[in-house]
């Protein structure tokens, strides 16, 4: 079996690969806000952190804010948007999330983006993380859900550009039911979701990031009001852990 993470490690090395199409780290931002802008965290962990522009806001509202990601060079990016006055407030870990022994109930929100995909077992992680989330805690969490006829189309083209650049590099196919039926499982209740599509296919360089944000709005709305969920195959759920 191929370790995946030594591969996610050298894809995110290169920092452009997850920046360049910053209109979804703009909405996946603005989604993180709106699931938590009334609420104030004592612990909150954001793993994969990536540059850290989706969580750093958060540093007003908790006591303390760990960043984990497997590429250096990210971390450093992230790093670099700490601002003086916070970073006492910031802890910074630079490894593989699977190698790191965290104590249960350690955090009461978890932020994990863009990671199912990339992982070599989504159920293994899903496990983790349940298990480090404080009781009444809150999970927010991301997925392409693979029996959506979107991502078969995603899938379709990701083959066809890796049969043309010799790539072997190939995302995992999580369904949106395993995810939400192994968290319900781990005692986990979802409050809310929001779905759109992330992928432009083969014609995301025909758009301006601002063009594919202002199309993505326009179509599927926001986590506050959002349109036509039916048709978006990327999720990004709000859990709650039960108090048991």
């Given at each position: ?16 690969l997850?920046?360049t ?10 989604t ?52 003086e006055d ?5 802890i ?12 249960n ?7 994990c ?6 992982v ?13 989330i404080?009781?009444n805690g ?39 039911s ?9 005692g ?13 296919l ?29 048709w ?13």
């Amino acid at each position: 079996m191929i370790d995946k993470s030594k591969l996610v490690k050298a894809l995110f090395e290169d920092t452009a690969l997850y920046l360049t199409y910053d209109y979804n780290l703009k909405i996946r931002k603005e989604t993180l806000e709106s699931y938590t802008h009334h609420l104030k965290f004592n612990s909150v962990l954001d793993m994969p952190c990536g540059n850290g522009s989706i969580s750093l806001p958060l540093l007003d509202r908790t006591k303390k804010l760990t960043l984990i990601d497997i590429s250096t060079n990210m971390l450093s990016i992230a790093q670099k948007n700490i601002s003086e006055d916070a970073k006492e407030k910031v802890i910074l870990i630079n490894d593989d999330f699977f190698n790191l022994d965290i104590s249960n109930h350690s955090y009461d929100l978890v932020i994990c983006l863009g990671l199912l995909a990339h992982v070599n077992s989504p159920e293994k992680l899903l496990d983790k993380l349940s298990k480090i989330i404080l009781p009444n805690g809150l999970l927010i969490i991301q997925n392409t859900d693979s029996t959506h006829f979107y991502s078969y189309l995603i899938r379709c083209y990701l083959k066809l550009k890796r049969l043309i650049s010799k790539q072997t590099y190939a995302l995992n196919e999580v369904k949106g039911s395993f995810v939400e039926n192994t968290l319900q499982n781990n005692g986990f209740e979802i409050l809310k979701t929001y779905r759109y599509n992330q992928s432009f296919l083969g014609f995301s360089n025909l758009f301006s990031n601002e063009k594919k944000y202002k199309l993505t709005r326009q179509f599927f709305g926001d986590a506050d009001h959002p349109k036509k969920q039916r048709w978006g195959s990327d999720v990004t759920y709000l859990f709650r852990k039960k108090n048991s």
